[in-house]
């Protein structure tokens, strides 16, 4: 069944460095997604991007964070200056459509500390 | 703003029994509402969908209802097993892009 990857599944930083982290989505998808989840906490939706632009984004999705996709087949989020509080663990998703009733896929996921 | 809860954190059933989860949303009428399955250190996993017009859904041992008068989504495990402790979520939102925050389920042997 194909899947979405993500790598790396963890990411050790510095604060204020810049981290990049990869995804491949399902090669037919055309909409794709960065969602968050703290450790404990709920996942939160950062941004969706479709026909190479930001679709939606959230409150937490602020200038420190960018979504690219720079070839066909990888789709990245970048933290330009991590703080403590990006610590998370971060999923990238994407789906065939944009309609309410599309399910998402999800990858397993980047653990991102920051330290 | 939209809001969207799950009335429980964590849920401890015995084998064997129906677990039901309960999903509350404020602040807007979704026309789809989904539900899914995340397990420690792993993305969500799509379970099941179900449309506003449709009063209940069902998917072998899974069952959703959805009542747009109280604005709740309940989710149903019959005959629970050990293998379904994991965390589940719905997800809607007006673009059906919000979590709740989910709830734990634990099934006990």
């Known amino acids: 069944e194909p899947e979405v990857t993500q790598t790396p599944s963890h990411q050790v930083t510095q604060m204020g460095q810049e981290v990049i982290l990869r995804c491949v989505p399902i090669s037919n998808h055309l909409y794709f997604y960065w969602y968050r989840q703290i450790l404990g906490q709920k996942v939160e939706f950062l941004v969706s991007?479709?026909?190479?632009?930001?679709?939606?984004k959230s409150e937490i999705f602020d200038d420190q964070f960018s979504v690219e996709r720079p070839d066909g087949s990888n789709f990245t989020l970048k933290i330009r200056s991590t703080k403590l509080e990006d610590s998370a663990m971060y999923f990238c998703?994407?789906?065939?459509?944009?309609?309410?009733?599309?399910?998402?896929?999800f990858g397993s996921g980047t653990q991102l500390s920051v330290l | 703003s939209q809001k969207i809860e799950q009335n429980s954190e964590a849920l401890n059933i015995q084998e064997g029994k129906t677990a039901t989860l309960t999903c509350n949303y404020t602040n807007y009428s979704p026309a789809y509402l989904q539900w899914y399955r995340q397990d420690p250190g792993r993305g969500p996993v799509f379970l099941l969908l179900?449309?506003?017009?449709?009063k209940e859904k069902r998917k072998e041992r899974l069952k959703v209802t959805f009542d747009t008068t109280l604005k709740q989504s309940l989710f149903h495990i019959t005959a629970s097993q050990p293998a379904d402790s994991a965390t589940y979520l719905c997800k809607t939102g007006a673009n059906n892009l919000f979590f709740g925050t989910g709830t734990r389920l634990t099934v006990i042997p």
């Open positions: 998703a994407s789906s065939e459509d944009r309609a309410a009733n599309e399910k998402l896929f």
């Open positions: 991007f479709y026909n190479n632009e930001i679709s939606e």
């Open positions: 179900i449309r506003e017009n449709e």
